[in-house]
């Protein structure tokens, strides 16, 4: 079979993009949570936080929220947002988490929405994966690995 040039260069494009996954409830059924390129940023030794990103994608007509993020990695993480104000750039935590509109995606990035790992076991080198679980109000424990990117990644997804 002969696949014309631009088909061909489709499929391969289709296949370097990354590929988000479904998220699975408790219950084993298909809650709609995608969840697509999870990374955390490398950490030089000592380093008290690491930052971590992904996008969050919820399809469905209810709403969800992202209450915990749970990994091995860190002794916590917390769910924070980062705002300007009067110039002055302010974090802080959401104490009862990050919600997911039904329709919406939500993406957590550097100067925006973001994870922090606090107190990490160990830094964290570029290239290396790290497994987390991200807990839902009603998605239930999705897990979740996260790759470990340069210290200067910005976020833009890296091409293969």
């Given at each position: 079979?002969?696949?014309?040039?631009?088909?061909?260069?489709?499929?391969?494009?289709?296949?370097?993009?990354?590929?988000?996954?479904?998220a699975?409830?408790?219950?084993?059924?298909?809650?709609?949570?995608?969840?697509?390129?999870?990374?955390?940023?490398?950490?030089?030794?000592?380093?008290?936080?690491?930052?971590?990103?992904?996008?969050?994608?919820?399809?469905?007509?209810?709403?969800?929220?992202?209450?915990?993020?749970?990994?091995?990695?860190?002794?916590?993480?917390?769910?924070?947002?980062?705002?300007?104000?009067?110039?002055?750039?302010?974090?802080?935590?959401?104490?009862?988490?990050?919600?997911?509109?039904?329709?919406?995606?939500?993406?957590?990035?550097?100067?925006?929405?973001?994870l922090?790992?606090?107190?990490p076991?160990r830094?964290?080198?570029?290239?290396?994966?790290?497994?987390a679980?991200?807990?839902?109000?009603?998605?239930?424990?999705?897990?979740?690995?996260?790759?470990v990117?340069?210290?200067?990644?910005?976020?833009?997804?890296?091409?293969?």
């Amino acid at each position: 079979m002969k696949l014309p040039l631009a088909s061909l260069l489709a499929l391969l494009l289709a296949a370097c993009q990354p590929t988000p996954q479904t998220a699975a409830g408790d219950d084993g059924h298909a809650s709609g949570i995608a969840v697509a390129s999870p990374w955390l940023r490398e950490t030089p030794p000592g380093a008290p936080v690491a930052g971590g990103f992904l996008t969050l994608q919820n399809p469905s007509s209810d709403d969800d929220r992202l209450l915990a993020v749970e990994s091995a990695l860190a002794q916590r993480v917390e769910i924070h947002v980062m705002r300007d104000e009067g110039g002055v750039a302010r974090m802080r935590e959401l104490a009862d988490g990050l919600p997911l509109p039904a329709g919406a995606t939500v993406q957590l990035q550097p100067g925006g929405h973001h994870l922090m790992f606090m107190q990490p076991q160990r830094p964290l080198q570029a290239g290396e994966q790290v497994d987390a679980t991200l807990v839902f109000d009603h998605a239930g424990r999705v897990p979740v690995t996260f790759e470990v990117r340069p210290l200067g990644a910005s976020g833009a997804v890296p091409h293969h």
